[in-house]
């Protein structure tokens, strides 16, 4: 497995403005992967982070939006951009180990946009 | 559209009691299934599985995957308080490595 860490771990944001969510994890992987998962709701893949090249975006999310950094093989950032109330949500990064068809969770950032 | 769907979605047990949860899955390029427990904010990892009729084990709680009928169960036995969680069933799919969670069961065990 991997330890996984996130920050902030909670925040509540005004309107309009932007937040940037950090994951570093403990040793390099090959897959890095950000979810966000509304009130009542299942998890849902946003975008896979490319180390080296732009982000892979799912359908129904894009960069303007949702940018993504991934300068190195142990870390990356999610900045929720322009935030609405609809934007509050649990955002969570994941990685998945070289070689193994599991992927692992951080541990969360709990996001309330008034 | 990959889809994963969970049943029932939520269950209230007594403690003792064994539960059986449900997942069953409609993907392209199946990889693996994993189940996992999320009672704050990051789903655990329970189990992964590959293979057909290979039970995991872990202590109470056990899984095993139908290949064939696109299916997998929990088994949590002897249930505590503690079990309480929401429990996440996701397919593996392709090189992309695409997860795609089924709406989760949740599980009320209660004294």
């Known amino acids: 497995s991997a330890v996984i860490s996130q920050k902030p771990s909670r925040d509540i944001c005004q309107r309009g403005t932007s937040l940037t969510i950090q994951c570093q994890v403990d040793?390099?992987?090959?897959?890095m992967f950000w979810y966000r998962q509304q009130p009542g709701q299942s998890l849902t893949l946003i975008a896979t982070a490319n180390q080296g090249s732009e982000a892979t975006y799912e359908s129904g999310f894009v960069i303007d939006k949702f940018p993504i950094s991934r300068p190195n093989l142990t870390f990356s950032t999610l900045t929720v951009s322009n935030m609405s109330p609809e934007d509050s949500s649990i955002y969570l990064c994941?990685?998945?180990?070289?070689?193994?068809?599991?992927?692992?969770f951080g541990p969360g950032t709990r996001l309330t946009v008034t | 559209e990959d889809k994963v769907v969970q049943s029932p979605l939520s269950l209230v047990v007594h403690e003792g009691d064994t539960v059986t949860l449900n997942c069953s899955y409609e993907v392209t390029n199946f990889r693996s299934l994993l189940w996992y427990k999320q009672e704050k904010k990051a789903p655990t990892f329970l189990f992964m599985l590959t293979s057909s009729g290979i039970e995991k084990k872990s202590g109470r709680l056990s899984s095993i995957l139908d290949k064939k009928e696109l299916f997998s169960i929990l088994n949590i036995t002897a249930t505590q308080t503690g079990d309480s969680a929401v429990y996440l069933c996701a397919v593996l799919t392709g090189t992309a490595s695409k997860l795609t969670f089924g709406t989760g069961t949740r599980l009320q065990v209660t004294l």
């Open positions: 994941s990685v998945l180990i070289s070689g193994a068809n599991e992927q692992y």
């Open positions: 040793s390099q992987v090959t897959m």
